[in-house]
């Protein structure tokens, strides 16, 4: 079963009481918020997903805590929008969990794991149309040493798109493991060794099929306008360019230039509007039962004025 990483660290930082609204952003399997929920007794949470087994899995969990609670089937892109349907202008926190859950993992038809054989697929959103399917039989050779370059920061980028472009001319590319053996006759045995040579492949054309980081943009600028004054927002990343991506817009809207740090007051229009906080990398105990919370990161910010 899914283990919601960091679950403790992400409660403490949200400063919960009995009255706060809350957005999980990320709803998967319910970790985080049935622990919201069980906090808010007379707040509001409200809660993303486009999963429908996670959703109708996470509403049965939610019911048996309590009701102060609202699922939006939709991308947390539309947080903002969504958010105003139902007449909510400010909320008092934000969690985004940027994970896949273990359940899609292990699943083998989902096709998110390089382990099992399923049918390229990895779609988050079931019913769009955009699928690995399509991106690794479809795209340009250049097209995939774009995405094997840029999200998955995979050096041999080239030969394992030209491996694919070669095999593809014969029959389409069908299963995650017809994709795996191609992947590995692309790259030096050495490689092989050191970790499994389809990690970043298959997080490269994952985050392509769902535009995880266009998505992530866009959510968190919409995220950082919705806080109310000392409202949080708590972001979990698991790889370096969506940590990169909320450390740098965490750092836009919360550091103090330079020229101000050692002075003892700070004139009032160069304060900022937020406060971020350092950090936070899991426990050597959740990193015992929780291997796959290693690479996690989880990065704070709190609006001060």
Do not use: W
Not at 38 to 57: H, P, V
Request: with cysteine; glycine share 4%.
């Amino acid at each position: 079963m899914h283990k919601s990483v960091l679950l403790d660290e992400c409660i403490d930082n949200l400063n919960l009481n009995e009255s706060s609204v809350i957005v999980d952003a990320t709803l998967g399997y319910a970790g985080h918020s049935s622990e919201i929920l069980k906090r808010i007794s007379k707040g509001k949470l409200i809660s993303f997903d486009q999963d429908d087994e996670a959703i109708n899995f996470s509403r049965e969990k939610l019911s048996k805590i309590g009701d102060n609670y609202i699922i939006v089937r939709s991308n947390f892109k539309n947080m903002k929008s969504e958010l105003h349907k139902l007449g909510i202008e400010k909320v008092d926190g934000i969690l985004f969990d940027l994970g896949v859950s273990s359940p899609q993992l292990d699943e083998d038809y989902r096709g998110f794991s390089f382990h099992k054989d399923a049918k390229l697929d990895m779609r988050m959103d079931q019913t769009q149309d955009l699928s690995a399917y399509e991106v690794v039989n479809n795209y340009s050779k250049e097209e995939l040493i774009r995405i094997f370059r840029d999200y998955g920061e995979e050096k041999f980028a080239s030969k394992i798109a030209d491996k694919i472009v070669e095999y593809r001319k014969n029959k389409n590319i069908e299963g995650t493991l017809e994709l795996v053996d191609i992947v590995k006759s692309a790259v030096p045995e050495k490689y092989k060794r050191e970790k499994h040579p389809a990690r970043k492949i298959f997080q490269a054309i994952r985050i392509e099929v769902n535009k995880e980081l266009d998505v992530l943009e866009i959510a968190l600028k919409d995220a950082l306008t919705l806080l109310n004054k000392n409202g949080r927002i708590c972001v979990i990343t698991f790889h370096s360019l969506e940590d990169k991506i909320v450390k740098n817009m965490f750092n836009e809207v919360s550091k103090i230039d330079d020229a101000f740090k050692n002075l003892p007051f700070i004139p009032l229009e160069y304060q900022k509007e937020f406060k971020a906080f350092n950090v936070i990398k899991p426990s050597k105990e959740e990193l015992l039962y929780n291997p796959r919370a290693r690479s996690s990161r989880l990065r704070v910010i709190e609006k001060i004025k």
